[in-house]
């Protein structure tokens, strides 16, 4: 195994190669990358968390300092003026020194507003890439050259293909948020509230609620049939059926995103459609390859949705053709196969064919669907099927044409367990697949 000294100089060779494509093409001189600024809260004295420009993280492992910025002109050393100022009201982050730090040129910033002497005055031709435009036209940068729409779609669409560092901080991510899903799983069987359940998540993993990736959903009962639950109760059910978690961490700013869903009783019919679910999730993944459009993964999904639903006789006196012809399959799973995953968990480019920034939208069957890309190698993409019992998206069909091929009286019975969903993070490779989390036994 290479060391993390190594990959990192690998990674920033690359981003490096790219800068000097993005340069060229565009006629630029230099990227001005700004990791962002703290938001204050409206008629109010603190900030909102802060969450750092992805395409900042992308070239430094700096995730929580505002107010930093980085030069890059795909020739010389990326500088970075990283914001240590004096407070002894908040606690300062010292200068890094880590195993990425002799690859940067590293000054400190002690005042936001100092950047404006300390960067070259040449600024004519640079193009800023961040989250505030109105800082850019402070510091003299073109309005056409703020976020540029072109440097923007180029740096997007190379970020599908992740390098050997970034790899190795997904891997990274993923196991602490293994050992997250096994606590909370344990807390769910002892009874736990979904409060409770989040607590023990977030002590496993060492994050706090602002540090992981997305809100955690810690779903217990009916809870699970709302796909972004993040409410959390404090009191555990009366009775205890079922239990979603989606929950991920975060390594050097590169996010895991997992779920799983337990029922309390193994001898119920919900439990054993858990475990069909599991054995077509893992089954689908077996059959991913580099060169074939994701799209045509989840339309092989919403196949095997229709032969599960079929066989728990939710839906009867139709064949699975004809299901996926008429969208029977839809108010089931209503959302996409998956998506990008990376510097953001809904990474992006999912919809792009090249660095142009062409785009391909989601069948319209399917609208969210969030990747219409050609698997390639290096691709890191979640698989997250589902299998909900949703009254409002029911509701049409109980008074439509097709009423007749569903039993209501079967799907009633489950949705007092809200759904049923699987995720896993994948890594296309030349010949098959790599399945992150099933590598480290979270079954």
Request: contains cysteine.
């Amino acid at each position: 195994m290479e060391s993390l000294v190594t990959l990192y100089q690998d990674h920033l060779n690359t981003l490096q190669a790219r800068a000097q494509q993005v340069l060229a093409r565009f006629e630029l001189d230099a990227m001005l990358i700004h990791s962002g600024e703290l938001m204050t809260v409206f008629l109010d004295d603190h900030h909102y968390p802060f969450k750092v420009n992805p395409q900042f993280k992308a070239w430094v492992p700096v995730t929580s300092v505002p107010n930093c910025w980085l030069w890059v002109d795909g020739v010389n050393k990326p500088k970075l003026w990283f914001y240590s100022p004096v407070d002894y009201w908040h606690k300062v982050e010292p200068l890094p020194q880590s195993f990425w730090t002799g690859e940067i040129d590293i000054i400190a910033l002690k005042k936001p507003e100092d950047i404006e002497r300390m960067l070259p005055a040449q600024r004519q031709n640079v193009a800023y890439i961040g989250p505030v435009p109105q800082r850019a036209a402070q510091l003299g940068i073109r309005a056409d050259l703020t976020n540029p729409q072109g440097a923007i779609d180029f740096l997007h669409y190379h970020r599908s293909y992740k390098t050997d560092y970034e790899l190795y901080c997904l891997r990274e991510a993923q196991k602490s948020a293994v050992v997250g899903h096994k606590a909370a799983k344990e807390a769910f069987l002892s009874g736990m509230s979904e409060f409770d359940i989040n607590n023990a998540y977030l002590s496993a993993t060492g994050h706090r609620d602002t540090d992981v990736p997305y809100g955690n959903i810690i779903a217990l009962n009916e809870h699970a049939a709302v796909l972004h639950y993040t409410q959390l109760d404090h009191l555990p059910p009366e009775h205890s059926r079922s239990f979603l978690i989606d929950a991920g961490t975060e390594y050097n700013g590169y996010a895991a995103d997992l779920t799983r869903t337990y029922a309390a009783h193994d001898d119920s019919e919900y439990a054993q459609l858990i475990k069909d679910m599991n054995a077509e999730e893992l089954a689908l993944i077996g059959t991913l390859k580099a060169g074939v459009r994701y799209s045509e993964y989840h339309q092989q999904m919403h196949q095997r949705l229709a032969k599960l639903l079929l066989k728990y006789q939710l839906v009867k006196g139709i064949s699975e053709e004809a299901m996926i012809a008429d969208d029977l399959t839809g108010p089931f799973m209503p959302h996409g196969l998956g998506h990008p995953l990376g510097l953001q968990v809904h990474d992006v480019a999912g919809f792009m064919q090249d660095d142009k920034g062409t785009h391909l939208p989601a069948p319209a069957q399917y609208p969210f669907l969030r990747c219409t890309r050609v698997l390639e190698p290096r691709m890191v993409l979640t698989i997250e099927p589902g299998i909900y019992f949703i009254e409002s998206l029911l509701a049409p069909w109980r008074e439509g044409k097709f009423s007749h091929y569903f039993d209501w009286d079967r799907i009633e019975a489950l949705k007092p367990y809200g759904g049923i969903r699987i995720e896993d993070n994948v890594i296309i490779q030349q010949n098959g697949v790599e399945n992150m989390t099933r590598d480290l036994k979270l079954d």
